[in-house]
């Protein structure tokens, strides 16, 4: 069954960019990923702006963050929240850096990846308190910190989902 997600994806925009008072511009792009056969190679196609996504694809998110102002910018937090009905997979390969945190709250907090979490199981018939690494898939939130960026100068952050 096809998921109307674009819609609810452009929202996010949004989101990022209500990042805060830095003059920062964000511009959100998303892309669908598939795999094709040119020559008889297999690569990766990009779709731009797909209107509906199946179950099981996978999409590509990419924020552009650009200063618009004249001065440096130290320190700038870019946070994308991962979009509902979809998990979190792996950062975008071949973008800018910054320093990445991950939440699992939602966004009330953040830590660098791997992140744990305390869980109680049962062992022997007593209740139990363990830490145990968080799968990405439980991912939320994807807050990067941008150390610097020049006036003028654009970045692309971004990761990958795939639609529940």
């Known amino acids: 069954m096809k998921r109307p997600l674009l819609t609810a994806l452009l929202s996010l925009a949004g989101l990022a960019l209500a990042q805060g008072k830095a003059p920062v511009a964000l511009t959100l792009t998303m892309n669908l990923v598939s795999s ?17 996504v199946l179950p099981g694809q996978v999409l590509s998110q990419v924020v552009t963050a650009r200063n618009t102002s004249a001065a440096l910018l130290r320190n700038v937090p870019i946070t994308l929240p991962v979009p509902k009905n ?3 997979l792996a950062p975008e390969q071949g973008l ?14 953040f830590a660098p990846a791997p992140l744990k979490k305390t869980v109680t199981v049962s062992e022997n018939g007593k209740a139990v308190q363990k830490v145990i690494e968080v799968k990405p898939s439980e991912y939320t939130t994807v807050r990067w910190t941008v150390a610097e960026l020049g006036a003028g100068q654009t970045l692309k952050l971004g990761y990958r989902v795939q639609v529940k």
């Open 36 to 52: 094709v056969k040119v020559d008889g190679k297999t690569t990766e196609q990009l779709t731009p702006n797909p209107g509906s």
């Open 86 to 88: 979809t998990v979190y």
């Open 96 to 109: 800018g850096s910054a320093r990445a945190e991950y939440s699992i709250d939602g966004g009330k907090t």
